[in-house]
């Protein structure tokens, strides 16, 4: 089929390379920067520019922006979209876009799919793109109750093809609430631990647990802005959850309870050890979380 | 030289494995478990078991215990250490064993000298021992103004033997200043990171950034909660600062103020860029941190 892909960035550049190192489909691209397009037509990432008008040619459209964005080009492209083509989008929140896009497109007869690849890096544009960027991560998908099943199928037999290992059929809703959990959170905790003054102190001071607990400090502010914006309410919960339980340890260190710091310490390790084995996960280094 | 080595855990159990691979030294080991000594002796990381009384024929006794255990050990066995002999802890707190063992050691001739090997798993024990844990980490040392100088180089010429990618010398209160956020924050973070109900719901949802901020999670109960409250100051201080710094991406969010998300989130990504750039530092993956 011809797979448009708008937005050229790290994810939507590693899906053209993914779907053309491990599919036949047709690769056609849009991206406001002409010199990413020179690069993806040099390295044949992607088979040719398109331009909005010419989007009735594809059978399947990716589009790989930010969240408002998403939704501004669907908004403004929706009468170029071929009927009974799919349109997918590929943020890290779901609801926000699913629930607007879904709307503008099926009184035009075009099968809206919300997807989220869980794959990133620290890095942002298309220069870091890489076809094998999805190996082994997880490509959820978040149909709502009136969406069609061929669609889903297609969209999830490309996602099996160019490498995921594992699809996830979840709700927009479900999807947001796990999410504020397991990558926004995360986001927020690691870009508000370098917030101490004694961060330029460490040389020679900082082993892993460091290392780890910074590593995604290093965000893209304009992308992550969106995602948590968009994903209000869920993410708040966890914020206040996580500073409910940091002061629960500063409250037993304060009043120098080293029955309930133990308590708390234990508590911690026997949550991790038992959702390791729960949902054993491969680490960066290639072992198994928490084994 | 002969280097009794006090408490075979992951640590002491290392540093025996590492002195025997990389130096031609006759370790003595004490360990209170006799298993543990059987498995020492079989697999020939210590020479010989020796008891309190023959640590008179040590010329270097590394104390590898957790650190009440520590000054416990050296208050006990103060008087059966051999005169001008050195003997170091290997405490992930310094201020505390320094104090108190130079103290107590100093009138009877024997040299204390503060040591924080900065190597460690998410495992406990002998059994988890590795000959080549302390490859190209940091070896901290932390004399007081009245220490012997000669120890202080006999001991970080053995670090740098074993191999120590860093021997960094530093004061006891510096020390634990900086531990406090580098190592100590890091594990109180991560242990309150499990504790959102979401945890047992993030099958197929938990990419890289989940794994990283809970590694550490699984950390060894007592001993941590003996290095937290032995360095409670500056904990509490970078406990304190954390939740103050979480606290203003939490009100950013509720008050839908997105132009101040964006900056907290900017600034907290040019500080990891800076600080990386000051300090690079390999992440698991070989991969220099923040490049």
Redesign the interface.
């Known amino acids: 089929m011809n797979i448009a892909v708008v937005g050229l960035g790290l994810i939507g550049g590693s899906l053209c390379k993914a779907i053309k190192k491990y599919t036949d489909n047709l690769i056609l691209g849009i991206d406001s920067d002409s010199d990413t397009i020179k690069k993806a037509l040099s390295d044949n990432s992607i088979d040719k520019q398109i331009s909005s008008e010419q989007l009735s040619t594809a059978d399947l459209t990716i589009v790989a922006l930010y969240p408002l964005q998403t939704v501004d080009f669907i908004k403004n492209n929706a009468h170029l979209f071929k009927k009974n083509s799919i349109v997918i989008d590929i943020c890290g929140i779901k609801k926000y876009t699913v629930d607007k896009c879904t709307d503008i497109l099926k009184e035009l007869n075009v099968n809206f799919i919300g997807t989220h690849p ?3 890096r ?1 890095f942002s544009g298309y220069d870091y793109s890489l076809a094998d960027l999805f190996l082994d ?2 490509f ?1 998908i978040t149909p709502r109750e009136d969406s069609d099943e061929n669609s889903i199928e297609t969209v999830r037999k490309l996602a099996e093809k160019i490498g995921f290992g ?1 699809i ?1 059929i ?1 709700t927009p809703q479900k ?1 947001d ?7 926004q ?12 003054p ?25 992308m ?2 969106d995602l ?2 968009c994903n ?1 309410a869920p ?2 919960k ?6 409910e ?6 409250s037993a ?2 009043t ?1 309870d ?1 029955k309930l ?2 308590n ?6 026997e ?6 084995v ?2 054993p ?1 491969k ?3 290639g072992n198994f ?2 084994k």
């Open positions: 869980m794959a990133g620290e991560a997880s959820i594992k996830v979840s999807h609430e796990v999410i504020a959990y397991t990558s959170l995360a986001h927020i905790v690691s870009n508000a631990y370098v917030k101490s004694a961060l330029f102190e460490n040389n020679g001071f900082s082993a892993g647990s460091f290392l780890d607990l910074t590593r995604v400090a290093k965000l893209n502010e304009n992550w802005t948590f914006m209000k993410l708040v966890e914020l206040e959850n996580i500073i339980k940091l002061n629960e340890y500063l260190l304060i120098d080293s710091l133990y708390l310490l234990k508590d911690g390790r949550r991790k050890e038992k959702s390791a729960i949902f996960q680490n960066k280094d979380n928490g």
